[in-house]
């Protein structure tokens, strides 16, 4: 039995790594297609590989299927080293943003370019953003058809420009939603400072002190972690233009909104890549494909929408 998941058994915490790829395709189509940037995304994500690659971790990248089209490299050197690939829409547009004929159009194509490009079925599937709430559940119908069996695009909680926080599970759930049924992995949230949150990706990860975030892992018996690439990076992002910001968020571009957007995407990211290090030399972890194997789902809660 494969290492990772004895431990798993033996321990019954289940840690899954996950990361969500698009940097070089947003970098191409809307900011600005320097190719310095490209250099600098390659080289965080070899750390990242290298690192997994030490510990015998495969992770999940979501990645967007234009980046299947555009950067295939960059998708089929992650897929030679083991992980699973999964999907992440194809332009990394807002599910919530996109009516249910855009988002068939956007699955349908995303999966098919990851799946020509790598080889094999893509199974695994997470919106932008995580995308996904009560208004258009829908997606998950989408989602099922497009050939997706499991689905991690919940965060049952509220957050900026969505959540599900009427989800009601934190853990693997069997999805029931018209005639479909998905396999669902939420993010994992808990009560801090009287509020719903979550402390093992994105903004949140970058935030909290990593000790923090071990000691919450140890508590749990499932993490969903969650990464960008530009979650890692150092140096700021700039304030975007109004236009940029309007044309990507589809929400006014006050002078407000943006300065919000600039201190949440920056904050914390000096030192991130080293926290994300740290914990993958210090904490077990398994894939999405390799956590659905080992879940016995009859035990798990379910969900019906
Ligand atoms: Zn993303």
Redesign the pocket.
């Known amino acids: 039995m494969d290492t990772k998941v004895a431990y798993w058994l033996k321990h019954k915490l289940m840690n899954i790594l996950t990361f969500?790829i698009?940097e070089w395709f947003l970098e191409k189509i809307y900011f600005g297609n320097h190719t310095e940037k490209y250099h600098e995304f390659d080289c965080y994500l070899d750390q990242i590989l290298d690192a997994l690659d030490e510990r015998g971790f495969k992770g999940t990248f979501f990645c967007v299927g234009g980046m299947a089209t555009d950067f295939p490299q960059i998708v089929k050197k992650i897929e030679s080293l083991g992980h699973e690939i999964g999907c992440?829409s194809f332009k990394?547009v807002w599910l919530n943003k996109l009516r249910e004929e855009e988002v068939l159009e956007d699955t349908r194509t995303s999966v098919d370019a990851l799946e020509q490009c790598i080889g094999k079925k893509i199974k695994s599937y997470r919106a932008?953003?995580f995308s996904i709430g009560k208004d258009n559940k829908w997606a998950f119908d989408i989602l099922a058809d497009c050939g997706i069996e499991r689905d991690a695009s919940v965060f049952p909680a509220v957050r900026d420009f969505g959540g599900f926080a009427q989800f009601g599970e934190k853990t693997p759930t069997n999805l029931f939603c018209n005639s479909i049924k998905l396999k669902e992995f939420p993010i994992n949230t808990k009560i801090l400072f009287g509020k719903e949150m979550a402390y093992s990706g994105g903004g949140y990860f970058r935030f909290f002190p990593l000790g923090f975030v071990k000691k919450e892992m140890a508590k749990s018996d499932y993490t969903m972690t969650y990464f960008?690439i530009a979650d890692l990076i150092p140096e700021s992002n700039g304030l975007m233009k109004k236009e940029d910001f309007e044309a990507y968020f589809k929400i006014p571009g006050t002078l407000k909104n943006r300065c919000l957007r600039y201190v949440k995407s920056n904050l914390g990211k000096k030192g991130a890549l080293g926290k994300l290090l740290k914990l993958i030399e210090t904490e077990n972890f398994v894939n999405l494909e390799q956590a659905d194997a080992i879940i016995n789902w009859d035990q798990q809660p379910s969900v019906v929408l």
Request: charged fraction near 30%.
């Open positions: 969500d698009e992440h990394h932008p953003a960008h």
